[in-house]
């Protein structure tokens, strides 16, 4: 066959596959950083253009509605509201409560993708935070629940240098 003859017929041969779109759980390298950066900044809220509500972010996040659809948020529910805002209806502002659902779906997939070599009491990516018990009073030792909790305590210096 001539090169003029495949040139001719590229069109014929099968394009490449398109990448696989990501599991809402995981986060890109950008969001990542963009996490770890907040440590400095503090909470963004959402991006320009973003005009959910705190009720929308939280149906649309498995790792979020997972959270706040278990006890595990009771002991580190207020101490996070100081750090990513207030996502309940105690907030009257519906702007502030989205950014705040926004922020605090942000760090929970980054917990969630921290990797589990550095987080062993957890699998990572599984669109949990692991490792809570008790209904969230006690976390197991080096997990993604014993992060959450340090994240509650220190904001987000607790995730500055973690490896995902």
Known sequence: MSIAFLRSNLSLLPSAPKPLPLPPHYMRMTEQQQVRNMAETGPLGRPAGDHRSAERIIEQSSTLTH?????????????????????????????????????????????????????????????????????????QENSEAHLLKQFSAAGYSALRNLPT
């Open 67 to 139: 959270f706040l659809g278990t006890c595990d948020h009771y002991e580190v529910g207020d101490n996070l509201k100081m750090h990513v805002g207030d996502w309940t209806a105690a907030n009257a502002s519906p702007e502030s409560r989205a950014d705040a659902a926004y922020n605090l779906d942000q760090v929970l997939r980054f917990i969630d993708n921290v990797d589990e070599r550095t987080l062993d009491g957890s699998q990572e990516r599984s669109g949990v935070v692991e490792g809570f018990s008790n209904y969230g009073y006690t976390t």
